[in-house]
C-alpha cells in the first residue's frame, strides 16, 4: 500500500532536515516542492509531498510520520 505526507515549514534549513530526515526513513519525493508567503505569520513558507510503500491496511489512525 502507498501512503502519502505533505511536509511544511518555514523557509528554514528546518524544513530542508524535515524532508532529508522523511528520505532516509524510505519516503519518496511525490511532485515538486512549493513555496508561498505566509501573509498571517509574514514568512515564507516550503511544502514537499512525499510517499512510501507499506505492508498492511490504511487505517486513519496511523501516524504516518512513524511509518
Same mark, same amino acid.
Given at each position: 500500500? %502507498?501512503i502519502y505526507r505533505f511536509l511544511s515549514a518555514d523557509d528554514t534549513s528546518a524544513f530542508?532536515? %524535515? &524532508?532529508?530526515?522523511?528520505?532516509? %526513513? @524510505?519516503?519518496?519525493? +511525490? @511532485? *515538486? =516542492?512549493? +513555496? !508561498?508567503? #505566509?501573509? !498571517? *505569520? @509574514? &514568512?515564507?513558507?516550503? /511544502?514537499? !509531498? &512525499?510517499? %512510501?510503500?507499506?505492508? @498492511?491496511? +490504511?487505517? =486513519? #489512525?496511523?501516524?504516518? /510520520?512513524?511509518?
Amino acid at each position: 500500500m %502507498k501512503i502519502y505526507r505533505f511536509l511544511s515549514a518555514d523557509d528554514t534549513s528546518a524544513f530542508c532536515h %524535515k &524532508v532529508s530526515a522523511a528520505l532516509a %526513513k @524510505g519516503w519518496e519525493l +511525490y @511532485g *515538486n =516542492p512549493t +513555496y !508561498a508567503f #505566509d501573509e !498571517a *505569520n @509574514g &514568512v515564507m513558507r516550503c /511544502g514537499q !509531498a &512525499v510517499t %512510501k510503500e507499506i505492508e @498492511g491496511d +490504511y487505517s =486513519p #489512525d496511523m501516524k504516518l /510520520g512513524d511509518q
